[in-house]
């Protein structure tokens, strides 16, 4: 079972996901109400993934006999200069989301929980996906260039995101 510390870590990863799915869905909604349509579209689903993160936690944490617990959101943005920061702060918020699940790892590994070790592979992967795909979407920005219809094309483009997943 899990030790108190280790439950604690993994609460605290709770945090992080409920975070990221607040944040992406007030992302999801500043493009919406900008045009960003297809950039929105992306975030709303993006957000619901979070979630779904989130809720792998709380099976886990509860099934190995520990309490998962609702996370307070508080201090989420709303509004943001352009659809590029967005998506600069998505992959500097995806990195701080890889540090915090490689401290997890290393702490379980560490403390011998080969269980939960083994139980954040997958989170493992799923981070390495998600710095990759936010890189892709600045690459998006750099490749077309803001100018003119740039924009039009980059949110189009950007749509397709989830395709790399
Ligand atoms: Fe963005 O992968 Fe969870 O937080």
Excluded at 16 to 21: A, D, I, L, T, Y
Excluded at 67 to 81: C, K, T, V
Excluded at 106 to 135: I, Y
Aim: proline share 1%; hydrophobic share 40%; aromatic share 12%.
């Amino acid at each position: 079972s899990l030790t108190e510390e280790t439950e604690k870590m993994l609460n605290q990863q709770i945090v992080m996901e409920g975070k990221s799915s607040a944040y992406y869905l007030s992302m999801a909604s500043w493009c919406e109400t900008k045009g960003y349509i297809n950039s929105s579209k992306f975030l709303y689903e993006h957000a619901t993934e979070e979630r779904d993160h989130m809720l792998k936690l709380f099976s886990y944490i509860n099934e190995a006999g520990g309490h998962a617990l609702q996370p307070a959101i508080s201090e989420i943005r709303h509004d943001f200069n352009s659809l590029r920061e967005v998506f600069e702060l998505i992959l500097e918020h995806e990195i701080k989301v890889t540090q915090s699940i490689h401290s997890l790892v290393d702490h379980c590994f560490s403390t011998k929980d080969f269980t939960t070790f083994n139980f954040l592979q997958w989170f493992v992967t799923e981070q390495r996906e998600e710095e990759t795909m936010a890189r892709r979407a600045l690459e998006i920005f750099d490749i077309i260039g803001e100018d003119g219809m740039g924009l039009w094309y980059i949110d189009i483009e950007l749509g397709k995101l989830h395709g790399l997943d």
